[in-house]
Each structure stands twice: as C-alpha cells, then as structure tokens.
C-alpha cells in the first residue's frame, strides 16, 4: 500500500480540480449547498482569515459546537494554514473546558451560542471572566496563560468575543503569496487535529494526529466502502469525535462524495434527510440506527438509494445489523473498528463480505495496518482463534498524547505497537472479532465470560430493544453479572420471563443473576454507552437486592 503524503489543504484542492462542480457538502435544514469548487474557496479565504487574525503554524485552535457550516469550514481551513484544530465535546462544561483549554494550551476558542439548552457563552464566562472587559483578541486570563481569542460562529456581539463576520474580514490583510508560503510550509508529519478521548478513566487526553494519520485514514475508510463522487453520504454523528471528522467528513473528500450533514441528531430528520438527499450512505452508532429503524414513522421513508456506511462506536447487534441491511436498504453497510489513537479505524469489513463476516466481525485490517493478538499477561503472540489484546502498528498510529509522555509509552510500546486493550479474536481468514475490553471481562468462579456473547444472545429476544451486560462483585463467585434491557415499546417482559427465556439455550453461569429494566443508558456525547456508569450503577442495585 502506498502511503499518501499529502496535507488536509492538498487533498481539498486535487477535488476541486477532479470535481469542481460536484456538491461538496449539503445542510438541508439550512438549504445550502456548495460545491467542491466552491468549498475550496471559502476553504482558502477561512485559511487566509485565520492567518489574517495572528495564528501561526502549530498553533491551537479549539472548537466547540454541534455539526455547523462554520466546523466543517474550520476544519478545512485549518488543515490548509497549519492551525491545529482542537475538538471540544459538545457536552463539556466549565470544568471540563477549563481542564481542554488549559492542557491544550490553545491559543483560540471558536463556539456555537449553545447546544441543547446548555449556553456556552455563559459557560466560557464562568471560565474566563476577564472576557467581560477584555478587547477582542486581547484577552488575559490568569488560570489560561495561553488563551487570546474568541469567535462565536454567529453575528451576535458578545463582550471581548469577535463575531463570524470580524472573523472573515482579516483574510482582507492576508495576500495570496503570504497564504501560498504558508500552505506550502506544512508537511504530512505535522500534527493537524488534537482529539480528546472520552475520559471514562482518569482525566481526557489529547491525542495528536497528523496529516498522514487522518488524510490516509479517510482514504482507506471511503476506498473500502467504494466511495466515489456519485455518493451522497448523510453524517449525523458528531464532528468533535474522530467518526464524524475522519469516518465522515475526511472518508467523503478524500474521493469527492457529497456530505450530507445533520447539525444535531434526530432520527425522523435523518430519514427525512436520506429521502430528499438520495443519500447513498449512512453514518451512525448502533444506537442511533436503533432509534432510526424504531422510529413510528419509519416504513413512510423512502431509504432505497442507501447502499453503504458504516455503524461503530460500540459493538454492534447482529438483529440490527440484519434490519439495516433488509428493511433499510444498506446492503454494503460496513462495520468499522478502531480508537482515536489510531487515526481511527483499524479493521473494517468489505463490501462484498458475507452477512456472517459483516454481523460477528469487525473486519480485516486495512491495507498498511498491522494488527497482532497478544496474551496481556506474557506479551506473547497468541494462537488463532484464541482471545488476547489486539495490538497495532503502521502509519495510522498517533504521534501521542499532547504533554503526557508517560501515558504515550504507557499505550505505545519500544516497537511502535499501540495497545489497544481491548480483547480480540482473530479467524483463520484474518477477520477479527471484539469480544470486549480487557476491564469488561467478567471472571465468575474461575471462567472468563464476555458480555458481548450474552448481549448478541439476549438480543435476539423479540421484546428485547437494547441490552447491556456488566460484571458486579460477588462474594462467593468473585463476580455475577447483571443484564441492563430497554425493551422495544409497547412490549412487557420480566427479569424471571427473561432468565427462563435463557435456560437451556446458554450456560447457566452465563445467564444473567440481575436483571434491571431501563428507558436510556448513560452515554457520551459522542454516542457510546459508559459502561463504567453502568457498572457502578449495578454495583448499587445489587447491593440492595441482596438486602
């Protein structure tokens, strides 16, 4: 496989050339569509304005918002002026923007007004109260020594804060030979994007990728869906998680397919936005195809034109998975796999892959990517067929965690393999299987149990929407587990109906001691379940079970 060495703006640029008039991008709630010819140019005059306001190459830029035009363009821009693009989640609150802005050491916030119902304004107040009286990109804050400026992505005034249109206005002080200087100045090594992961343990770190990391990434990605500019691909999840920006925006570019974009994601929209766009591809983590295909009006959509896309985030349902291909239409619909410490994906099925391959795998790992399964406790490579920790290496590995070098070399080892932790096994044809995370393993009485066999299990129930499996201390068998179920609506099902429907068809020490009915799981922002949250949830409600 040969390695593309060509930056974000490079990438932009061969599509306006290949492809100027087709749609780049689509807003259907806004109606605004621009082609790649036009893209590129509201690119370069982005780019020129970020110049224009005093960021240098390698500075932080982050940005916080939902899936807006003025995201999309940022990205972009920043990827042909050498800015690095910072991505704040949009759930965070004060601490958790104050902790990003002070680790990240960004120089620059751009931020939507709010996102559902939380003001971020108000919020970046709290954080920076000298905003109050502060010029317009002069700010001063004793608790962030970097941070000089704010954009808000409207034309709303705000104190100390300029608005989208100032912002645009400095790319008059910028000329063309000064923007060609410094598009030509970067190289594919340089780091582009900082992602934050999820912080379910411990505080979020920054991962640094580069260039080369999400330009080839994005590449793969589109190849294995067999991307081309005649596809329309509609993507609801959001850009401040490596799936919308690398899955989504960078898979499209990379091979000229229009990006049909969804600022929030609403299910009856989405489906609405696949009919009127002719969308031939579809983005989303299980839960939001779940709530798509369990949608009251959902056999009024018209999802024929559906071919591909891709569900990851979390494991997926094989009954789902079968809904997506039969009722939706996506008979090519991909499952990807990977972490934002590798760009993302590692692994993701083909096309032509068999229902089989495509429901119980993640995959085969993408050209240039090395994949091996080792024994956690010895470092040894395992044998086929037998579960271990799934390692990788090759050009799609980060550089590292920004100002954590413990914690690089923590998950990058001497050879330049990045341990994933997760537990992983690999067939005969080189496909891979996830069976969970090294944390999620449940050991009761001595065996090893892995809560996704019992999820897939508990999946095919046909009062069963959604399921999840978590391990819970116990003091005779080291640990019990406890099944989490959102049953479909209007259906009624009990813990013991559920435990007889088990009996007989699975082990009995694989059959759940604790069952709890729920309406919603705890989630991130971006889509996946926090089973951390789940456990210790389970923790509590077995305790009192017991009394």
């Known amino acids: 496989m040969v390695i593309l060495q060509k930056t974000v703006g490079q990438v932009v640029k061969e599509q306006a050339t290949r492809n100027p008039d ?10 605004i569509r621009k082609t ?9 005059r982005l780019a020129k304005a970020f110049i224009g306001i005093g960021i240098e190459k390698g500075e932080h830029v982050a940005i916080w918002s939902d899936n807006k035009r003025e995201w999309l363009l940022s990205q972009f821009a920043t990827g042909k002026m050498g800015g690095v693009l910072v991505t704040v989640n949009t759930s965070y609150q004060s601490s958790e923007l104050e902790y990003l802005l002070e680790q990240s050491d960004a120089t620059t916030l751009i931020l939507g007004e709010e996102f559902k119902g939380a ?17 317009k990109g002069d700010i001063v804050s004793e608790k962030l020594p970097h941070f000089k400026r704010v954009i808000v992505m409207s034309g709303n005034n705000y104190p100390g804060i300029y608005t989208w249109d100032e ?36 505080f979020p770190k920054g991962v640094m990728l580069t260039h080369l990391n999400i330009v080839n990434n994005g590449k793969l990605i589109g190849d294995t869906m067999n991307l081309t500019e005649t596809d329309r691909l509609c993507i609801p999840v959001p850009f401040f998680h490596c799936f919308g920006c690398v899955l989504g925006t960078m898979a499209a570019v990379t091979h000229s397919t229009t990006m049909v974009i969804a600022e929030q994601f609403e299910p009856k929209r989405v489906l609405q936005m696949v009919q009127n766009e002719k969308c031939t591809g579809l983005h989303g983590v299980p839960t939001m195809f779940i709530a798509e295909l369990n949608h009251p009006d959902f056999a009024s959509f018209d999802t024929s034109t559906l071919r591909t896309g891709i569900m990851a985030g979390s494991p997926c349902p094989i009954e789902v998975m079968k809904k997506v291909i039969n009722d939706m239409g996506a008979s090519e619909i991909t499952i990807a796999y990977g972490q934002t410490e590798s760009s993302p994906v590692i692994t ?35 044998d086929t067929g037998v579960p271990g920790e799934l390692c990788t290496r090759g050009y799609h590995v980060m550089k590292g965690y920004y100002k954590n070098e413990e914690a690089t070399k923590d998950a990058i080892d001497l050879e330049g393999w990045l341990h994933t932790g997760d537990i992983a096994i690999e067939d005969e044809d080189g496909y ?5 995370r090294i944390k999620d393993m449940v050991i009761r009485g001595g065996e090893n149990i892995y809560p996704r066999e019992i999820e897939e299990f508990l999946y095919q129930h046909p009062s069963v929407q959604d399921v999840q ?3 819970v201390p116990d003091p005779k068998y080291g640990e019990e587990l406890m099944a989490w179920v959102i049953l479909k609506e209007g259906e009624q099902l009990n813990a013991e109906e559920l435990k007889a429907y088990c009996t007989g068809k699975i082990s009995r020490h ?33 305790r009192k079970t017991e009394v």
């Not at 087709?22 to 109606?31: F, I, N, R």
């Not at 790649?36 to 370069?44: G, H, L, N, V």
């Open 22 to 31: 087709t749609e780049a991008y689509v807003y259907p709630e806004h109606g």
């Open 36 to 44: 790649y010819k036009e893209f590129d140019e509201e690119t370069d």
């Open 119 to 135: 003001n971020y304004i108000d919020i970046l107040n709290t954080v920076c109260p000298e905003l109050a009286t502060a010029d």
């Open 167 to 202: 912002f645009e206005a400095f790319a008059e002080n910028v000329s063309e030979s000064e923007y060609e200087e410094r598009f030509r100045s970067m190289d594919p090594d340089d780091v582009i994007n900082i992602q934050y992961t999820s912080g379910t343990t411990g």
């Open 348 to 382: 993701q099925t083909r096309a032509d892959d068999d229902i089989e391959k495509r429901v119980s795998t993640v995959g085969k790992p993408h050209a240039g990517v090395e994949v091996k399964i080792i024994d956690p406790a010895t470092g040894e490579k395992v």
């Open 432 to 436: 891979i299987a996830i069976t969970g």
């Open 469 to 471: 499996v978590v391990g």
């Open 510 to 542: 694989k059959i759940p001691r604790y069952i709890e009915f729920t309406k919603e799981y705890p989630m991130t922002a971006s889509g996946k379940i926090q089973k951390f949250k789940l456990r210790e949830l389970s923790v509590e409600h077995s």
